[in-house]
């Protein structure tokens, strides 16, 4: 029996689903048993992914294509990041309509205006301010003192 071997160009019909099937049954059973024809076909493979590399323009259009060919549908259009972008910019107008971040910002206004007397004695131009750390930690610090204080004095039972 003589073995034939399939051209490239043949090879190219076959990727590119051209050939009957038929034809593409008995290239493929020798594409089971023939190296060189192996080759041929790899080679194949490989023009015909860099010539589609090369083809992409859109890439929204060639993932929408690919992803009608495995899946069978276009994503849904809610899932869409320029959709949440909507959303997200639809919602923060509505809360700077209502007044919602103004009302916000006074509560904490009113909550982190931790600012001490000044000194009786000490100008004002002297006057060195206190950070709102520096003054939770003293809080805390008599805080805990009061309540070693108490344990000392046999009010706290552990």
């Given amino acids: 029996m003589k073995v034939t ?6 090879w190219m019909q076959y990727i590119e689903d051209h050939l009957p099937s038929e034809v593409r049954d008995e290239m493929e059973d020798h594409l089971y048993r023939c190296e060189a024809c192996l080759a041929s076909y790899m080679i194949g493979i490989d023009q015909l992914a860099l010539q589609q590399i090369l083809e992409v323009e859109d890439q929204s259009a060639y993932m929408n294509r690919i992803l009608i060919r495995t899946v069978g549908k276009r994503p849904a259009w809610y899932r869409s990041t320029l959709f949440h972008y909507g959303i997200a910019a639809a919602a ?3 809360l700077v309509a209502t007044g919602f971040f ?6 904490i206004g009113t909550y982190g205006a931790f600012k001490p007397a000044p000194p009786l004695e000490a100008p004002a131009s002297l006057e060195t301010p206190i950070s709102i750390s520096d003054h939770l930690v003293n809080r805390t610090l008599t805080w805990l003192d009061t309540l070693q204080n108490e344990h000392k ?3 706290l039972t552990p």
Avoid: A, N, P
Wanted: without cysteine; proline residues 0%; negative net charge.
């Fill in 5 to 10: 071997h399939y051209s490239q160009q043949e």
């Fill in 92 to 94: 923060t107008l509505v």
């Fill in 153 to 155: 004095k046999g009010g």
């Fill in 102 to 107: 103004h009302g916000i910002s006074q509560e």
